[in-house]
C-alpha cells in the first residue's frame, strides 16, 4: 500500500514540475483532504490516494518553480531529505534512538518556537522591514567575522524533522 501510495505521490510530482501553476490549487486541496483524512474514524483508500495526488504535484509545482529559481536545490532537498530519512529509520529499527515523553515536549517547543520565527521573518520580509530575500536567515556581522545563522537554522530544522521522523515511526 505504501509503495503504490509513494509511487501515486511520484507521477502526480513529475506532472506537478511540468505544470507548476497546478501547485497552489494542489497545495489547498491537499490541505483539506488531509485534514479530512486526519480526523476520519475510518481511513478510506481514495482519499489517501486523492491526498496523495494533491501532494504530489503541489511539491513537483513547488520544486520545478525553486529548480528554475536556483538550479541543483531540488537535487540537494531530495538527496538530504533520502539520508535523513534512511539514517532515522537505521537508528530507530536497531533501537539506538527512541521517543521519549520529555523529548517530546522539548520537541514541541522547539517547532512552535521556529514556527514563530519563520512568521516574525515572514512579516519581516513582506513589510519591507527586511531587504534581503532570506530575511534574517542570512548571516549576522560581528566584529571580526560573520555567523551564518541560515545554515544553524538548518540544523536545528533538520534535527526537528529527524525527530518528527521518529515521532511518526513510533506512531
Avoid at 26 to 39: D, E, M, R
Wanted: with cysteine; glycine share 12%; charged share 10%.
Amino acid at each position: 500500500k505504501t509503495i503504490i501510495t509513494f509511487s501515486v505521490l511520484l507521477v502526480a510530482a513529475g506532472i506537478g514540475w511540468f505544470v507548476p501553476a497546478l501547485c497552489l490549487p494542489a497545495l489547498a486541496i491537499a490541505f483539506v483532504l488531509g485534514l479530512v483524512n486526519a480526523f476520519k474514524k475510518e481511513p478510506s483508500p481514495l482519499l489517501i490516494l486523492a491526498y496523495a495526488v494533491a501532494e504530489g504535484l503541489a511539491i513537483g509545482g513547488f520544486s520545478g518553480i525553486m529548480e528554475k529559481h536556483e538550479s541543483g536545490i531540488v537535487s540537494q532537498a531530495v538527496l538530504g531529505t533520502l539520508c535523513v530519512v534512511g539514517t532515522v529509520l537505521f537508528l530507530y529499527k536497531t533501537g539506538k534512538i527512541r521517543a521519549s515523553a520529555k523529548m517530546t515536549k522539548v520537541f514541541l517547543i522547539a517547532m512552535v518556537g521556529y514556527f514563530l520565527f519563520s512568521l516574525v521573518n515572514f512579516g519581516l520580509q513582506v513589510t519591507g522591514v527586511v531587504s534581503d530575500p532570506w530575511g534574517l536567515r542570512s548571516s549576522v556581522m560581528i566584529p571580526g567575522t560573520e555567523i551564518p545563522i541560515g545554515i544553524a537554522l538548518g540544523l536545528f530544522a533538520v534535527v526537528l524533522g529527524a525527530y518528527s521522523l521518529v515521532l511518526d515511526f513510533t506512531y
